[in-house]
């Protein structure tokens, strides 16, 4: 059996970065997204996105294929357990936990025994998001004990994926706090809206152009007339401007 990873194709995996900022944008479900992430990942166990670190004031995690008993029991104990947690500060950005501690040693620990393995978990596969002030976003798919462990191939394709899990993440906040304030009136048109979302979701001119059925060209000059209004120098700074203000969320 091929590799899941094999037979995904660019617009498979184009796909599911847009439904990650559909999501963000409240157009689309989380569940959905994670679900959509395991079967091209071949997770065949728990899927787990944290949208905030460690320690968590409140737990804001979107979860499927996990025993809801244990989520309380994770938050108050057992992500403290989580024997990779020590390395934290040197760990890359993509990883799979027998890549860092011998299956003999992790499958001893308290995190393991009491609870990943009851919940049928075996093998871990992590996308994280650190800093100096510890985990921040990160997302972790597991495998039972009867699937082979995960390879190279899963591994570079979250470590393209997890960076836009993290943007859209990010935009999430950032529209909730702007609809907090109670956003003003977008002086942005709805096409000048369309394609700066775009530029937000980490797409290239000609990628938006596919996605609205415009040329690049066109996409351009929506990008450069929102900037004006925006008075941004850049796009980056564009889409900063848009999401203070609540303007993306259309």
């Keep these: 059996m091929p590799e899941p990873h094999a037979a995904i194709g660019g617009r498979e995996l184009t796909g599911l970065i847009s439904q990650t900022y559909d999501a963000a944008l409240g157009e689309d479900d989380w569940a959905s997204v994670l679900g959509r992430l395991a079967r091209l990942l071949g997770s ?3 899927v787990t996105l944290h949208p905030t670190g460690t320690p968590m004031p409140a737990d804001k995690a979107i979860r499927i294929q996990s025993d809801p008993g244990y989520v309380p029991l994770y938050n108050t104990h057992y992500h403290q357990t989580w024997p990779i947690l020590p390395m934290l500060p040197q760990l890359p950005a993509v990883f799979v936990d027998r890549m860092l501690i011998p299956d003999p040693a992790f499958v001893r620990t308290e995190f393991y025994t009491d609870y990943a393995r009851p919940q049928g978990r075996h093998s871990g596969l992590y996308w994280i998001d650190a800093d100096r002030r510890g985990l921040g976003i ?5 495998r039972s004990r009867y699937r082979p462990d995960w390879g190279d191939g899963e591994i570079r394709l979250l470590r393209h994926l997890g960076p836009h899990l993290g943007r859209a993440l990010k935009i999430q906040d950032r529209l909730a706090a702007a609809r907090a304030r109670g956003a003003p009136p977008s002086p942005l048109t709805p096409r000048e809206r369309d394609c700066l979302a775009w530029v937000a979701r980490g797409a290239s001119s000609k990628q ?5 059925a415009l040329s690049a060209y066109t996409v351009d000059e929506y990008v450069a007339s929102a900037m004006r209004k925006l008075q941004a120098t850049s796009r980056s700074e564009a889409v900063a401007n848009a999401l203070s203000l609540g303007l993306l969320d259309s």
């Design 208 to 212: 938006a152009a596919r996605h609205l």
């Design 44 to 46: 065949d166990s728990a």
């Design 138 to 142: 990160h997302l972790s798919l597991w």
